[in-house]
């Protein structure tokens, strides 16, 4: 007899398959720098589907003041919160002191590719969503080298936003 499979983990694959399909779609139209995007939250869907099912628990807290024991986690994911947050090397300290030795910080935030990032720029984003401050590619290497963390690797993707708000308003 199977397992029913947990309603939290089937939205999570309905998620997967919406967004594979989206990628899918991008690949078809050429826009491959827009497609990364969406493959990625296919992969994380799904990802987090299966983890539902063998028992993987999600918590969602105050990243800059986490209520958690110390060495609690595995992994530790956060997307696109620390560019809202002035404070942001005391949100890596957290995730740091919650994460097990060996354990793994994940992030996906914002980055300014041309540095510095033109004015009108840096401050549209501050204006419509409140974003504290985006770093430069050279700022995030430096707080996460401080952050006393091991083979830090950090990757720059393009994303062409109207774009890709064009596909997702498809």
Not at 48 to 65: D, H, I, M, S
Not at 136 to 165: A, C, H, M, P
């Amino acid at each position: 007899m199977s397992k029913r499979i947990p309603e939290h983990a089937l939205k999570e694959l309905a998620r997967a398959k919406k967004a594979l399909f989206a990628a899918k779609t991008l690949i078809e139209k050429g826009l491959f720098e827009d497609c990364v995007s969406r493959a990625y939250y296919a992969v994380l869907h799904a990802a987090k589907a299966v983890l539902f099912l063998v028992g993987v628990e999600f918590r969602v807290a105050n990243a800059q003041n986490l209520s958690l024991d110390d060495a609690l986690f595995d992994m530790v994911i956060c997307e696109f919160i620390i560019a809202f947050v002035e404070n942001k090397q005391k949100i890596i300290k957290e995730f740091v002191r919650v994460t097990k030795p060996g354990g793994y910080i994940g992030l996906s935030e914002a980055v300014w590719i041309k540095s510095p990032p033109p004015t009108e720029l840096v401050e549209y984003p501050s204006r419509v969503t409140g974003v504290k401050e985006i770093l430069t590619y050279d700022g995030w290497k430096k707080l996460l080298d401080i952050s006393q963390l091991r083979d830090i690797e950090v990757r720059t993707y393009k994303i062409n936003k109207v774009r890709q708000f064009i596909n997702e308003m498809r």
